[in-house]
């Protein structure tokens, strides 16, 4: 295989490369590793300025994370609505509300020790589902977020962010109700996957499952102490 030929393979190997407007061309495979080498405010700036899916045409402003920097727990949701595009903060409105009654009702607030989290950075149009090309750029995000604040326990909410974090096609409802793990350096981060607050304020009747969730992810954080 000459040189030529070796480019064109390797170009095909990585799949698709999203090219930024305000830098030269990188592959996937680079771009990612350089984020995942950012501290917090080069990791919340290039979240701020990033152009490499469509979706970054059609936001108000990015949705980076809120709360403690070193906060024990994490929790990881799906993608900004239009109220967190609005206000650039994750959870807010009623689903928003219904998150800080679930967080407080185990002591716990996004002001002191807990930091939250999208897979998304951007609004989907219309609040539709994220698309895999979506997720696959903003992915290394979320990666580095977790590896800055080294959580001991992921609290993950709703079916996107539940497959991405744990890299399984499985539904919410065969996700929840036991103990995952998540990789991070040479530690294994409990993970409990729980319903959205969105989809309990549709479905109220599944509160009682979140709760149990939520107590599950408790004990857990308990014995980690």
């Known amino acids: 295989?000459?040189?030529?030929?070796?480019?064109?393979?390797?170009?095909?190997?990585?799949?698709?490369?999203?090219?930024?407007?305000?830098?030269?061309?990188?592959?996937?495979?680079d771009r990612r590793e350089q984020i995942l080498?950012?501290?917090?405010?080069?990791l919340r700036e290039?979240?701020?300025s990033c152009q490499?899916?469509?979706?970054?045409g059609g936001r108000t402003q990015t949705v980076f994370g809120v709360?403690?920097?070193?906060?024990?727990?994490?929790?990881?949701?799906?993608?900004?609505?239009?109220?967190?595009d609005a206000c650039g903060e994750p959870f807010?409105?009623?689903?928003?509300?219904?998150?800080?009654?679930?967080?407080?009702s185990i002591g716990l607030s996004r002001e002191k020790n807990v930091f939250i989290a999208n897979v998304l950075k951007c609004r989907p149009p219309n609040n539709r589902d994220p698309q895999a090309t979506e997720v696959a750029?903003?992915?290394?995000?979320?990666?580095?977020?977790?590896?800055?604040?080294?959580?001991?326990?992921?609290?993950?909410?709703g079916r996107f962010a539940a497959q991405t974090l744990l890299k399984t096609e499985a539904s919410i409802a065969s996700l929840r109700g036991?103990?995952?793990?998540?990789a991070l350096g040479e530690m294994t981060v409990p993970v409990v996957v729980t319903y959205h607050p969105a989809y309990l304020l549709r479905t109220p009747a599944d509160k009682v499952k979140s709760w149990s969730d939520l107590c599950l992810a408790r004990a857990l954080a308990a014995q980690a102490d």
Request: glycine share 8%.
């Open 46 to 48: 290039r979240v701020a």
């Open 52 to 56: 490499a899916c469509a979706l970054a």
């Open 67 to 84: 709360g403690a920097q070193d906060a024990s727990w994490m929790v990881i949701g799906e993608a900004p609505g239009a109220e967190e």
């Open 37 to 42: 080498t950012l501290d917090w405010p080069a």
């Open 137 to 157: 750029c903003c992915q290394a995000f979320l990666m580095r977020q977790i590896e800055l604040v080294k959580p001991g326990i992921i609290l993950v909410m």
């Open 1 to 29: 295989m000459n040189e030529s030929q070796q480019r064109a393979w390797d170009a095909l190997a990585l799949g698709p490369r999203w090219v930024s407007r305000e830098q030269p061309p990188r592959s996937e495979p």
């Open 178 to 182: 036991r103990v995952h793990g998540y």
């Open 92 to 104: 807010v409105g009623k689903a928003g509300k219904l998150l800080d009654n679930m967080l407080a």
